[in-house]
T-cell receptor, first 114, second 109 residues
Framework: KAGVTQTPRYLIKTRGQQVTLSCSPI?????VSWYQQTPGQGLQFLFE???????NKGNFPGRFSGRQFSNSRSEMNVSTLELGDSALYLC?????????????FGQGTRLTVV | GQQLNQSPQSMFIQEGEDVSMNCTSS?????WLWYKQDPGEGPVLLIA?????ELTSNGRLTAQFGITRKDSFLNISASIPSDVGIYFC?????????FGTGTSLTVIP
């Protein structure tokens, strides 16, 4: 059974550009959550999608957005990139709608803004 | 979002020693999870706990779901160099996960 797949693994962008990251969850998982991780920081929750709807949102500016497709694949978009957006972006998939469950992470996308 | 209180923040231990770390929260959780993250990689699930008081082992790792449902503990016995990494706890409540701030473990050969 394939795990969570994130693409691309590495990305370098310049300030002001926009970027789109992709996450394919484990087959059958309908919940996809996105997190930002910076050096020395924990996992900062961005948002969670379930059945193409955003269910939860963290405290990030509107430059960070996402969406989920009917096959549960999710994309995250960051517009007008800032240097501080450099981070490891992780997505996690889970069944979650059924209650007690686990979250499985992808390998992450390392974004560097220069 | 809400983060759990995880301690210690970092540990430096000799190979062969046992390790203990814990997470606490002011809120109760339905599930507790423990992850290990290597540099530049995503967290890997180590142990999942579903019931208060539950004690679960995975090789040299043992984790417990606190009776109050507000805390969890992870123990690593007889540490080896490949145990190096950052360990995260996570609590699940409703349709959301909340993560600890991580414990950085260094094992000295």
């Amino acid at each position: 059974k394939a795990g969570v797949t994130q693409t691309p693994r590495y990305l370098i962008k310049t300030r002001g550009q926009q970027v789109t990251l992709s996450c394919s969850p484990i087959s059958g998982h309908r919940s996809v959550s996105w997190y930002q991780q910076t050096p020395g920081q924990g996992l900062q929750f961005l948002f969670e999608y379930f059945s193409e709807t955003q269910r939860n949102k963290g405290n990030f500016p509107g430059r960070f957005s996402g969406r989920q497709f009917s096959n549960s694949r999710s994309e995250m978009n960051v517009s007008t990139l800032e240097l501080g957006d450099s981070a490891l972006y992780l997505c996690a998939s889970s069944l979650i709608a059924l209650g007690d469950t686990e979250a499985f992470f992808g390998q992450g996308t390392r974004l560097t803004v220069v | 979002g809400q983060q759990l209180n995880q301690s210690p923040q970092s540990m430096f231990i000799q190979e062969g020693e046992d390790v203990s770390m814990n997470c606490t929260s002011s809120s109760i959780f339905n599930t507790w999870l423990w992850y290990k993250q290597d540099p530049g990689e995503g967290p890997v699930l180590l142990i999942a706990l579903y019931k208060a008081g539950e004690l679960t082992s995975n090789g040299r790792l043992t984790a417990q779901f606190g009776i109050t449902r507000k805390d969890s503990f992870l123990n690593i016995s007889a540490s080896i160099p490949s145990d190096v990494g950052i360990y995260f706890c996570a609590g699940q409540r409703g349709n959301q996960f909340y993560f600890g701030t991580g414990t950085s473990l260094t094992v000295i050969p």
